[in-house]
């Protein structure tokens, strides 16, 4: 039904030839080698040596059709998503029209598919780490191409930089996280067909979509038309992720009448064969018109979501994994009816709406404005406990090792107790391995009040984060003059969030009360200082009694509002090209809570001192002599944001590409590390201020007869960061934020890819490498507070041994001295520092096949701020020893691990039609001892024997599966 | 080519339908209230069983009591243990687990395998709980004669649940029956106390220097003092600076160092049944800990009190379960 349209030509010229009287050109048809079938939408670019020259589509009948050219020899590069990449030479002469009739391009038949859905959800939400690793889209570069796809496994960060920095653009508008800036992948995840074309630059890259920063901006354009043409669909099932998943899609290509549609729906289902608990139940939609009128104006709507929801892995301590045999068991789930019950499910239904205007009505100018809303439900269950033993399997006092440890120190020595302990573990006794669900529904059944309704003792609870998020985008371009082209954008955000938790189910009572757990011990006999919402309590006279689906706990908006102008001046002269760019933006963030938390009562609406009923103030104030409050709007943190960036380039010849790129920036904190306790008080952090950047590269990139590399020399200086991460503490009862400002890192390295050519036919090599060090370089302050106590944990203390800590010499007979022998360097974690990889590939009558070897070292475990400082170094003697300052200052590096993947497709052409497989085998030597990340606790053991010295708590721990394939059979018609 | 494409999408459904959801495999049961073992042994033989102070009893034989749950620690008061009574007697059962309440319900049956366990004694006091003797090549470090349980597939091993039934009717005793050692643990109620206006705590510094507060009340008329407690009955007049505080118990010059400690303090206060002293002795970590004593108490009203009969190196004690085993007298 698609096979013929008429004749139309799209062309969008950019043909900057000023000559007169030039009429020669160049025309033919686009076709698959496969079938011989025309190729719509490939894009042709027509060059003079390197000079850009001119730039075509071709269209549905495959046709194009390049006019106004002098005569010469042009080289001529032709692209189209699912074809390789083909260069052809053109000489034009005498005025006329080259035909080149027929240009065939090979199909590429490998479909990889990369997605936030490639990645198992981690459940860092308790430990306040979070890991997002970044995904590298830049289609055409012989680094992102390699490295994208093999080092996704290990969780790699291009050159150590957090998920936050990668600028991620759907429809020309920045879409990373209003609360924390984290890359937004899975928005839209299930939905690979409609936002497969993307457009990306790397590191500091000028993008036409946005200013951008140092991780490159990728935009996705998700309209109608970008959609690739044709019904296509896929069935696809992989062992590591999920077990089915179908797609669907269709796109109409523009039509005659210069309508365009589409669509695309998928479903996720199912769980996998390394980790239990984890499953998918999601799906996705995507629905997409838009309209053309004469080439000038367009109008685009496109509604997509991904709902569904998804069990979520939980790291566990070594000794858990080696008492389980096993380093990818999950403590998140426990037998329940017979069933596997996840008790952290991540629900999501976050729709996006978009309206998108182009104008274009030269080839000097373009604009494109963008409306864009995104709204919705995040839900994350977990258990909630109420004077209940903690439900958790892995709980430490659960473990041996809380009965029995060999250093004698800990005063753990009872071997009996231990044994029996790991008797339970090891026979799986009760399901001690797992939540015991149907010991909660007992308890909760049985905690009868005098009414005989049953109170519920542990609850799950669903953490929401519910945003509304409005922004508009505007880019234009405009080339008033050969040499000269200005681009430039308008950005506005108004998100407002709101962070509540409400009872997902109240797991066999009939209701729960909102009340402060351990805020209780504290304040024993004061009721007014444990309710959650002290004005409720006012009103009613007791806590409010809770059902499923009320909210409880805290309530509170987020207020992001985000403002950027941004300007790109872009010069050409001859092989030399160069930019200069600006933004400058205002960032205002605050905080408005909803209740009234009993600890933070903060004033009444009169700006009175609030009084519980004996009289007794409420009131409380912090070391600034500031009100404590919890309800109402903070203060707003108002930042004046900017940056300046700036690129070179020079072509020699053909083949090389030498260009380098620096950038300053002074961006804003983000919501979530700007506040001290978000959950209970509008305390923002002390000495909050912008993040400071410098980052600058060289780079070099050969290409000439199948050969392509790519080398790149980055250094960047991050300054005065701030993180708060919040961490359950069972002693709590409850969170305990850990502040910290003034983080300073640095992060440099080399970055090269190759790909060539072999001397056996339709074989290439190909190889990536990056290796860098990316390091602290400041000691931090952190200030420590916990959710349901006043008190100022550690207020505004530096971190001593947080960049380094000192190594000392050891004696004759290995006894520590006190003298330093060097500092030891401590490195930003959860990435490998150097990784590498080498491969095959082979192509021949669309069959493909590629094999590669991956290398990965140097990464490192995240740190905990609280080990780091002269408290914990001091123990409880207050002494600081050289043996305390290694043992709990030093960082650990992950072991290297070798990988070996491989894959194989091919794909069948007849008539238009295409069906093929791919069969993707990852980690083929079942190497099931990498560990890709974790996190040092933010907990001491601080009751020890001597009571000189404090210890760590053992780290946690996310492993690697082992061997996994990904089968995906697809079809189009 | 259609073949193998056939070939493929069968292999793959085979995959796909085999578990698009986790399987369910076989679920242990849980039943808590599952078999229970049969009582060969009162509490009042068990107790027998301890002849020698300071030597306890490892239990070798398969030896089985059975009673009701006669404690709770619901308001913190009484912690990671409870205690369980049958006609004979009751008996503290050290289980190690916080939030014991949920588990086991005030007159619910509750049997103790005890072969395996300890019996010993804490100030007079018997109790079973776990074994503290080390083998022979670690150095044993406790200091009581019988340890908490702690590990829950110990506690399962020799604590079972059995039905639910109605909590016990505490026993009324007099003077006589409080020094009774057959009482010791037992759920009782005694009528006709008055307030002796008389505490006993000690404070530490974190020196572990003490100061002992006794024989008067130095104004103490809370049952205990929690850490917010205590910090307020060091500041009288708000301001947390060096003072004297408790009547002058504590002076300028200690002050700093017992503030600096603050701690949660478990305390007795004093009661007399005729010519008998009962110390109602609460911890500062009970969530009544800073309830005051009811004025009419504190005035020299008579009161009845119901909860656990406790012993303590010569001192007759009480521990209460919850505000609700206090009564006045009108």
Known sequence: ?973 | MKKIFVWLLAALFMTVSCDIYPAAEETQPSDPFADVPEVNTTIAQLKALYTKPGQPVVITDDLVIGGQVISSDESGNIYRSFYIQDETGAIEIKIGKSSLYNDYKLGQWVYVKCKGLALGQYGGMLQIGYRTDQPAWIEATSSYETNYMDVQYLIDAHIFRGKLDKPVEPMLIGEAGIKDEANFGRYVRIEGLTYGNQIFVILYDKADNSTYLSDKTYGVDTWAMSLNGFKSYMTPNGKVEPQNAFDGAVTKENWQGLYDAASAYTLSQYFKLGKTDLQVRTSGYAKFADAKIYRKILAGYKVNLTGILTYYNGNNQFTLIDLNGVEIVD
């Not at chain 1, 300053?664 to 909050?688: C, E, G, K």
């Open chain 1, 1 to 973: 039904m698609f096979k013929k349209f008429t004749l139309a030509v799209s062309l969008l010229l950019m043909c900057v030839s000023l000559a007169a009287q030039v009429t020669g050109g160049v025309k033919g048809t686009i076709v698959s080698r496969a079938d011989r079938s025309p190729i719509a939408g490939a894009e042709l670019t027509l060059f003079n040596g390197t000079d850009f020259v001119a730039e075509a589509v071709s269209g549905k009948d495959g046709t194009f059709f390049v006019g106004n050219l002098p005569d010469g020899i042009y080289n001529l590069v032709i692209s189209s998503d699912e074809f390789m990449d083909t260069q052809v030479n053109v000489t034009v002469n005498d005025g006329y029209v080259k035909n080149m009739f027929n240009l065939s391009l090979s199909p590429r038949v490998s479909e990889q598919e990369l997605d936030m859905s490639n990645f198992s959800e981690f459940d860092l939400e308790d430990s306040g780490y979070s890991d997002n690793p970044t995904l590298l889209f830049a289609q055409n570069d012989v680094f992102t191409n390699m490295a994208g796809y093999n080092f996704s496994a290990i969780r790699f960060k291009t050159r150590g930089y957090g998920s936050e920095t990668q600028d991620v653009y759907l429809a020309g508008v920045r879409m990373n996280d209003a609360i924390t800036d984290y890359s937004p992948f899975s928005l839209w995840s299930g939905l690979n067909e409609a936002t497969r074309t993307k457009e990306a630059t790397i590191g500091l890259e000028p993008s036409r979509y946005g200013f951008g920063g140092i991780n490159g901006i990728t935009n996705i354009p998700g309209n109608a038309s970008s959609m690739r043409v044709g019904l296509r669909g896929s069935v696809l099932t992989n062992s590591a992720m999920y077990r089915l998943r179908l797609m669907l899609s269709y796109g109409s290509g523009v039509l005659d009448n210069g309508w365009a549609y589409a669509f695309n729906i998928s479903t996720r289902l199912g769980g996998n064969d390394w980790i239990k608990g984890v499953y998918y139940k999601s799906f996705a939609y995507y629905g997409a018109v838009e309209k053309n009128w004469h080439d000038t104006h367009r109008l685009g709507l496109v509604f997509m979501a991904s709902p569904g929801e998804r069990g979520a892995q939980n790291s566990s301590t070594q000794e858990v994994y080696d008492l389980m045999g096993d380093n990818m068991y999950n403590s998140n789930w426990g037998w329940y009816n017979g069933q596997i019950r996840n008790a952290r499910v991540r629900r999501t239904h976050e729709p996006i709406a978009i309206l998108k205007y182009d104008f274009t009505p030269s080839e000097k100018f373009n604009l494109a404005a963008t409306l864009l809303y995104r709204f919705g439900k995040n839900g994350y269950t977990a258990l909630d406990w109420y004077d209940a033993a903690d439900p958790r399997p892995d709980y430490y006092r659960n473990l041996p090792s809380y009965f029995y440890n060999e250093n004698p120190d800990f005063n753990r020595t009872d071997l009996r107790k231990a044994a029996w302990a790991r008797e339970a573990w090891e026979s799986n006794y009760v399901n001690t391995t797992h939540i015991n669900w149907d010991r909660l529904y007992t308890v909760n059944r049985m905690n009868l009040n005098e009414f005989g309704y049953a109170r519920s003792k542990y609850v799950q609870e669903e953490r929401h984060v519910d945003q509304k998020d409005l922004n508009f985008a505007l880019s234009t371009q405009w080339k008033p003059k050969r040499w000269y082209e200005l681009d430039g954008g308008i950005e506005a955000k108004l998100n407002r969030t709101e962070n509540y938790k409400k009872i997902a189910d109240l797991l066999g009572g009939e209701y729960f009360v909102d009340l402060d757990n351990f805020a209780e011990r504290d304040f024993a006999s004061n009721r007014a200082r444990v309710q959650n919402d002290l004005d409720y309590y006012f009103m009613a006279g007791a806590a409010r009694v809770l059902h499923k689906g009320d909210k409880y706990g805290y309530d509170y908006l987020a207020h992001v509002h985000k403002y950027n102008v941004w300007l790109d001046n872009h010069f050409k002269a001859g092989a030399f090209r160069a930019h200069v760019a600006g933004q400058i933006g205002n960032h205002t963030l605050w905080r408005e809570g909803l209740v009234r938390k009993g600890l933070f009562a903060g004033l009444d609406d009169k700006g009175n001192i609030i009084y519980d009923e004996e009289g007794n103030p409420l009131t409380s104030y912090d070391s600034f002599g500031e009100v404590i409050t919890s309800k109402g709007n903070s203060k707003k943190a108002h930042f004046l944001t900017w940056a300046v960036k700036s690129g070179v380039e020079l072509a020699l010849g053909s083949r090389v590409r030498v260009y380098g790129n620096l950038g300053y920036f002074h961006d804003a904190p983000t919501f979530n590390q700007s506040f001290l306790s978000p959950r209970t008080r509008n305390s923002l952090i002390p000495d909050l201020t912008t993040i400071k950047t410098f980052s600058g590269d060289i780079n070099a990139q050969y290409s000439y007869h199948g050969v392509n590399m790519r080398v790149t020399l980055f250094y960047t200086n991050i300054m005065d960061q701030s993180t708060m991460r919040s961490y359950y503490n069972d002693l709590q009862g409850s969170f305990v934020n850990a502040a910290m400002s003034n983080i300073d890192e640095v992060h440099k390295g080399v970055e090269f890819g190759f790909k060539m050519p072999t001397p056996v036919t339709n074989l290439s090599l190909q190889g990536v490498l990056s290796w860098g060090e990316y390091y602290y370089t400041s000691n931090p302050y952190m200030t420590m507070t916990v959710d349901n106590s006043s008190e100022v944990v550690v207020d505004h203390q530096i971190v001593p041994y947080w960049q380094s800590h000192p190594v000392f010499k050891r004696d004759a007979e290995g006894t520590i001295t006190n003298q330093i022998d060097h500092y030891q360097r401590h490195y930003v974690p959860s990435t490998p520092q150097l990784a590498a990889s080498l491969g095959l590939a082979y192509n021949k009558n669309y069959w493909f096949i590629d094999a590669d070897v991956d290398y990965f070292s140097h990464s490192y475990l995240e740190m905990s701020p609280l080990s780091r400082t002269d408290m914990a170094t001091a123990g409880g003697d207050g002494v600081i020893t050289p043996v305390e300052v290694e043992a709990m200052a030093s960082q650990e590096r992950f072991n290297p691990a070798f990988l070996v993947n491989c894959s194989v497709g091919k794909s069948w052409y007849r008539r238009g039609h295409q069906i093929g497989f791919s069969l993707q085998v990852k980690n083929l030597l079942n190497n099931r001892g990498v560990k890709t990340g974790g996190y040092e606790q933010t907990r001491l053991v601080d009751d020890t024997k001597s009571g000189e010295r404090y210890y760590p708590f053992d780290p946690k721990y996310f492993y690697m599966s082992g061997i996994n394939y990904m089968l995906n059979v697809y079809f189009r018609f």
